[in-house]
């Protein structure tokens, strides 16, 4: 089969690999329709990970099924699925606590939880940008989708990732009716928090960027858009709050937070989180950091480590929430919303391409480039 296969620090290929098939009674094969890149995949194209070359990107993956394991009692052959990033076995101590993002069974190591398609240090497993994806626990793992999937392939497929780990920073951050939510990040994950802050029935909801096309997509869905190479973001936050603070705030940047000049420092938007929320606010963070980043310019980052300004924090006691979304405590609720009209977050859908174009969209996604905002290949769409 074919596969968007890592060469090395910003090289990827579309080559043969093994196909993916049946190995465990419980496992799903599906023939993939759909497959994002995400921010998260740039981490390990730009080499700030371990991810080793020769491995296969893709973990926000939706298909139509083509094989059944024996031990497969619900999933049927035929049917469209999208499948959460988070590989989980949905028995162990942490799934049955609803925690999937921390599978103890998935990860190999027996000292870490967690385990996700085609991720560096989250298992073996194969990625979902081929055009074959074998899913383990394939029951427990396969959201099933309705008739209209294979039309809206483009909203559904946001149920892999992003569409709950925004609402996942919105749930961590506390999100009620009539709050003032700030969100630091207007990729594709910050925008989809702004969706979700906006479906819990946020009452202004701000998003702090500075690419304009990503604050265009941000101003379409009703949200206040602050560009931090303009303005003091804080300000303006504290601003539109009457001096008080938001409510609550998302940090969806990860470590590789930047200023406007492109100075990477790790710290920028949590600590700018601590300033632009409230007293006893809350703060959800589901921006990727690591334990450790030899790639940082900074000697505390380069050890997973942040100057946090945690003395303010505590101040103004504040709490905080961090780390993946358990994407299946969330992905059905919102299945439904989609299905009935209520979101479409296939908004942030700027390019559509074939799996032999995916050199290209790496290469434009990971500078930023104007107009590319979310990528969606297509593995059996015809090359162009």
């Not at 990860?254 to 632009?276: C, F, I, K």
């Not at 606010?281 to 980052?301: H, M, R, T, Y």
């Amino acid at each position: 089969m074919k596969a968007v296969v890592y060469e090395g620090p910003r090289q990827v290929s579309v080559k043969d690999v093994p196909d993916a098939r049946i190995e465990r009674p419980t496992d799903v094969l599906v023939r993939i329709t759909s497959a994002n890149i995400c921010g998260s995949d740039l981490h390990m194209y730009e080499g700030r990970t371990d991810f080793e070359p020769g491995r296969w990107f893709g973990h926000e993956n939706l298909g139509q099924v083509v094989e059944v394991g024996d031990g497969v009692d619900k999933v049927q052959v035929g049917e469209y699925v999208v499948l959460p990033f988070n590989i989980s076995c949905g028995h162990c101590k942490n799934c049955e606590r609803q925690l999937t993002n921390y599978c103890l069974t998935a990860q190999p190591k027996k000292e870490w939880a967690g385990a996700a398609y085609g991720f560096a240090d989250m298992g073996p497993y194969g990625g979902g940008q081929a055009e074959l994806l074998r899913v383990p626990w394939g029951d427990f793992n396969c959201l099933r989708l309705g008739e209209d999937a294979e039309q809206r392939q483009t909203d559904y497929v946001m149920l892999a990732d992003i569409f709950p780990t925004g609402y996942h920073a919105t749930e961590m951050a506390g999100v009620q009716p009539g709050d003032q939510t700030v969100i630091y990040g207007a990729g594709p994950v910050g925008l989809m928090a702004a969706l979700s802050a906006t479906i819990r029935g946020a009452s202004k909801v701000m998003v702090v960027d500075r690419h304009p096309d990503r604050l265009r997509l941000a101003e379409s869905i009703g949200a206040i858009a602050i560009d931090d190479s303009k303005v003091d973001p804080v300000q303006a936050v504290l601003d539109e709050t009457m001096g008080l603070g938001a409510d609550n705030g998302c940090e969806c940047v990860g470590y590789q937070a930047h200023e406007p000049d492109g100075q990477e420092q790790a710290n920028l938007t949590m600590n700018r989180l601590v300033a632009s929320v409230r007293f006893t606010g809350k703060i959800g963070n589901v921006g990727v950091f690591v334990p450790q980043d030899p790639g940082a310019s900074d000697e505390l980052a380069k050890q997973g480590k942040l100057a946090f300004d945690y003395g303010m924090f505590w101040f103004k006691g504040q709490h905080i929430g961090s780390g993946q979304a358990p994407v299946k405590k969330y992905n059905r609720q919102l299945r439904d919303l989609i299905a009935a009209g209520k979101a479409e977050p296939s908004f942030i859908v700027s390019h559509e391409l074939p799996l032999d174009r995916a050199p290209e969209a790496y290469e434009h996604f990971d500078k930023r480039d104007e107009g590319w905002t979310k990528v969606v290949l297509h593995p059996a769409m015809a090359g162009a």
